[in-house]
């Protein structure tokens, strides 16, 4: 049995939140995700860990604690403090559940938690994978959510093998919210971010 700290991002902050407006349009923002989180988030804890025959539990995904934590005024739940989540980090702080130097390191983007070199080497796989003008061919018969770089269209051919046709069920890309100053990025990982500094070093 597992515990995972999804859906934690959803409610506190992602590192592109840093860029947040306002604290409306954190608020909006994290609204967002939480109602988007059947198609993105959580499927890591319930198909990846569940095939492996491991189980986990999603604490913050408690719909009381969701509740809760929804309410509280965003303003708070804003990175003022040059620590993302600040709030629920130092919810955890005084009883020492957790080590300091987990506690309060910096956060790293989901790719770099399981190694700095996975991205890389799935990037320079997708660009031995396809020649320029493949890519182009390749990249033009999907008419919804079109492939933009080759490593989404390496990830798009291998969900199409498992589920052709059905990529309607995702309603766009993961991005960052691109109408933020800071986060017209072309690439969902936080370490594209001008913010990410060494957070997953």
């Not at 995972?4 to 409610?11: M, R, V």
């Not at 390496?154 to 589920?163: G, P, T, V």
Request: include cysteine; hydrophobic fraction near 40%.
């Amino acid at each position: 049995m597992l515990l995972t700290g999804e859906i934690s991002d959803e409610l506190f902050g992602y590192k592109y939140t840093d860029f947040a407006p306002s604290a409306a349009a954190f608020q909006e923002e994290a609204e967002k995700r939480i109602r988007e989180l059947h198609v993105y988030d959580v499927l890591r804890a319930d198909r990846c860990i569940s095939v492996n025959s491991l189980e986990a539990r999603v604490p913050f995904g408690d719909l009381k604690f969701v509740r809760y934590a929804m309410s509280i005024d965003p303003e708070l739940k804003m990175n003022t403090h040059h620590m993302g989540k600040y709030l629920i980090r130092k919810a955890f702080a005084e009883d020492h559940i957790l080590p300091d130097e987990i506690l309060w390191r910096q956060k790293a983007a989901f790719s770099d938690a399981v190694g700095h070199s996975m991205v890389n080497d799935l990037k320079a796989l997708a660009e031995r994978t396809y020649t320029d003008k493949e890519f182009l061919e390749k990249a033009a018969k999907y008419d919804y959510c079109h492939p933009f770089t080759k490593e989404s269209l390496l990830y798009r051919e291998l969900f199409e093998s498992f589920y052709p046709g059905q990529a309607r069920m995702i309603p766009d890309f993961w991005m960052p919210n691109k109408t933020w100053p800071g986060c017209d990025v072309d690439d969902p990982s936080a370490r594209v971010l001008s913010n990410y500094g060494a957070s997953g070093l």
